[in-house]
């Protein structure tokens, strides 16, 4: 899918484009912080 039609297609959801890319990282954050070993710096690297 292209990037234009995947923008249509939220636009048509009634998000914003970056909506989805900001819950993703979020949900991946929560992710890897909720491993004991995880290192904060090395999350925010990574997101």
Do not use: N, W, Y
């Not at 990037?3 to 929560?30: H, M, N, S, W, Y």
């Amino acid at each position: 899918m292209s990037e234009r039609a995947l923008q249509r297609r939220i636009t048509d959801e009634g998000k914003i484009f970056r909506e989805p890319l900001v819950e993703a990282r979020q949900e991946l954050g929560r992710q890897l912080l909720s491993h004991a070993a995880a290192d904060i710096d090395e999350v925010a690297c990574q997101l």
